[in-house]
């Protein structure tokens, strides 16, 4: 059994970091993980992903600000968030996909492509 837990959010003001880190079980982060966030009222959104090979993707609102990155000796997945805006203000869920296979590129933002979910941690930023 699949379990994805994140922890490290919290409230921050703008122009401030977080770190965010995703522990999984029974799945290995040596495969295709990612980042998702839901602001209140809208869509969940792909925030950055990273596959098997170490190639990672951004979505184009946090390019320069955000790193994903993993230590799969601990299967861990993590998320640096520096230079934080309101706008960041989410619910964060770290994902990982059954399969590498298809969905490359941008369509690895997609929701679609990935079939394990965390519980998710609320991020606040103010202004």
């Known amino acids: 059994q699949v379990q994805l837990v994140e922890s490290g959010g919290g409230s921050v003001q703008a122009g401030g970091s977080l770190r965010l880190s995703c522990t999984a079980s029974g799945y290995t982060t040596t495969r295709c993980v990612g980042w998702f966030r839901q602001p209140p009222g809208q869509e969940r959104e792909g925030v950055t992903a990273i596959d098997s090979l170490g190639t990672t993707i951004y979505a184009d609102s946090v390019k320069g600000r955000f790193t994903i990155s993993k230590d799969n000796a601990k299967n861990t997945l993590f998320l640096q968030m520096n230079s934080l805006k309101p706008e960041d203000t989410a619910m964060y869920y770290c994902?990982?996909?059954?399969?590498?296979?298809?969905?490359?590129?941008?369509?690895?933002?997609?929701?679609?492509?990935?079939?394990?979910w965390g519980q998710g941690t609320q991020v606040t930023v103010s202004s």
């Open positions: 994902a990982a996909r059954r399969t590498c296979v298809g969905f490359s590129g941008p369509a690895s933002l997609s929701t679609l492509a990935y079939t394990y």
